[in-house]
């Protein structure tokens, strides 16, 4: 394991590279791509998890967080989705000056799971296989599971319009800029046409799946089915832990897909 | 004039087991200066902390000249697991004392600020007892036996609800049965609603020794309670009344957060908490151990702290 900063002046990111602990052929190498805000902090032993997971199966993970995220530099209120792709780019770049690599695959959960189908239907020649862990499939539908979450006074408050506006959504900032532009996402128009070989994991069920079933129906072969594990969602609090479940099927399942 | 700081990441133990974080000043003051202060993990989240308290916290005391560590006990957030087998709290110390050991040996760290919530506070408290090197403690939310006071502001609080007052007046809140058992001399424990039991003689015992041993070394305390744990503590002073034995005078900085959650949720509440430690530290006469105060305080002196009132969030 290597905690590491990459990136330069006022961008630095925070990467863990976990190198394979095993030797196999068609080692892989892959980007974790992090959800956000209270997301992060619960899902974060799951992700942790699931790289151990894939580096005892003899792959290459590099885990990081996005600028004003985690240990990253910067602040949330200063960031956006975009900035945050180009922060997967980046990340992606330095896994590949590690390993020599070719291309990378991207493993994303949530929010982190639609920025990384943005990235790899934009670097396709950069990104081979995608997996999309419960992703957000519609900016508007995850908007309104933020709101409903935070339905405590003290759990959604509203930001001025000089800081960015939006509104502190447990505890982190959901700025007038990232609400826009999580409100534009639509992962139904992205998976058709991505050429990265797919595997799309639900634990937790939306309104949206029925359309977005639809959409990946329409990619070549059909490749990229939803298939549906059930159990507990690890972007949610279980108890009073402050982390969510760790969801061991989904997480066998997404090792074994690789391999 | 704030500093800017830079970040390192780092691998610490003798078995380069424990992912920390270390921020400085950019122009870094030699540790002679200023104490490191050691930020520990809240329960099971990792170095980054609730909200990222965490982050903020250890970037701006960093701004102000202190070198700061964010680090992960083990088999929490990144570090690895211990393989000897140590029950969690023992893991916890032997962790810390391996850090601190990591430090010295690569920075010459003799003096340490130890702070945290909640879980991270005990860790906090219980570890300076027994180690000369820690200086200062920021405690968040400590664990805290609780007093005649508190289950006065807890009922009192409750008996101003109508359903809990008719419960009370037909008999059937579970307060009755509790007193019951424990007038008719039977251990029983208290109701689920108060929370785990730091009432038994033998813990109240041992955290009051915990706190005397780190007064009586001349630690400098900053201890703060926020209105949203109230499943342990529900007003300012309990921290006092809890251990009406230890004399902690001068060196206790005690503030209350009536208007914040248990994690700071609200970012005013963090900030206003992140200035609170930066000024804190950044004026506490942090030294090597002295005789404790010969005065005995009065209510008034018991410790500094702010003359703000405690009270209660506004009920969502």
Not at chain 1, 155 to 173: H, I, K, Q, S
Not at chain 1, 195 to 203: I, K, T
Not at chain 2, 10 to 35: F, H, K, N, Y
Not at chain 2, 98 to 118: D, F, I, K, N, Q
Request: with cysteine; charged share 20%; proline share 6%.
């Amino acid at each position: 394991m290597n905690p590491f900063y990459f990136g330069s002046g006022q961008h630095r990111l925070f990467g863990i590279y976990m190198p394979p602990l095993a030797r196999r052929a068609g080692a892989r190498s892959i980007v974790l791509c992090h959800p956000w805000g209270q997301e992060y902090l619960r899902a974060h032993r799951s992700m942790r998890q699931l790289a151990s997971t894939l580096a005892a199966a003899g792959h290459h993970v590099l885990r990081f967080d996005y600028f004003g995220t985690g240990d990253s530099a910067g602040e949330m209120a200063q960031a956006s989705l975009g900035d945050w792709e180009g922060d997967i780019a980046f990340a992606i770049e330095e896994l590949r000056d590690t390993t020599a690599a070719a291309k990378v695959a991207l493993v994303g959960l949530r929010l982190g799971a639609a920025l990384a189908a943005r990235v790899a239907a934009r670097r396709p020649e950069d990104v081979d296989a995608l997996v999309l862990w419960d992703p957000v499939v519609g900016g508007a539908e995850y908007l309104g599971e933020l709101v409903s979450g935070a339905s405590y006074a003290m759990d959604r408050v509203p930001r001025p319009a000089d800081a960015g506006g939006g509104y502190d959504v447990l505890g982190f900032p959901l700025t007038g800029t990232l609400m826009k532009e999580i409100a534009a996402i639509d992962l139904c128009e992205l998976v058709p046409a991505i050429p990265a070989r797919m595997l799309v994991l639900a634990s937790q069920a939306l309104p949206s799946h029925q359309r977005l079933e639809a959409a990946l129906a329409r990619r070549p072969a059909g490749e990229g089915a939803l298939e549906r594990i059930e159990c507990e969602p690890a972007w949610l609090e279980k108890e009073d832990l402050g982390a969510g479940a760790i969801p061991v099927a989904i997480l066998q399942r997404i090792a074994g897909w690789f391999g | 004039m704030k500093e800017s700081i830079r970040e390192q990441a780092m691998l610490l133990g003798p078995r380069r087991s424990l992912v920390g974080i270390l921020a400085q000043a950019a122009s870094s003051p030699t540790d002679a200066e200023r104490p490191m202060v050691l930020i520990l993990n809240s329960g099971i989240i990792h170095r980054v902390g609730a909200n990222r308290l965490s982050v903020a916290l250890a970037r701006e005391l960093a701004a102000a000249g202190f070198p700061v560590l964010r680090f992960d006990l083990s088999g929490i957030g990144d570090s690895e697991p211990r393989a000897d087998g140590l029950a969690p709290l023992d893991a916890a110390m032997a962790d810390i004392r391996e850090v601190l050991g990591s430090l010295e040996g690569s920075r010459g760290t003799r003096r340490v600020v130890l702070a945290g919530l909640c879980s991270g506070a005990d860790h906090a408290a219980i570890f300076s007892a027994s180690d000369p090197r820690v200086v200062g403690l920021v405690l968040l939310d400590p664990s805290i036996p609780k007093t005649r006071g508190y289950y006065l502001r807890y009922y009192g609080m409750r008996l101003g609800r109508p359903g809990t007052l008719l419960n009370v007046l037909r008999g059937r809140h579970p307060m009755w049965s509790w007193m019951k058992t424990r007038m008719a001399g039977a251990p029983g424990s208290p109701p689920e609603s108060f929370g785990p039991d730091l009432q038994s003689a033998e813990i109240r015992a041992y955290l009051e020794g915990v706190y005397r041993s780190s007064v009586e070394r001349g630690v400098q305390f900053l201890a703060v309670f926020t209105a949203g744990h109230e499943r342990i503590h529900n007003y300012r002073e309990q921290l006092l009344d809890a251990f009406p034995g230890i004399r902690f005078g001068e060196r206790l900085r005690l503030e209350y957060f009536g208007d914040s959650d248990h994690t700071f949720t609200p970012g005013v509440a963090r900030e206003r908490l992140v200035r609170l430690v930066v000024d804190w530290a950044s004026g506490a006469n942090f030294s090597t151990a002295r005789e404790p105060d010969d005065a005995e305080p009065s209510s008034e002196g018991r410790a500094r702290g702010s003359a703000i009132p405690a009270s209660r969030p506004a009920t969502p």
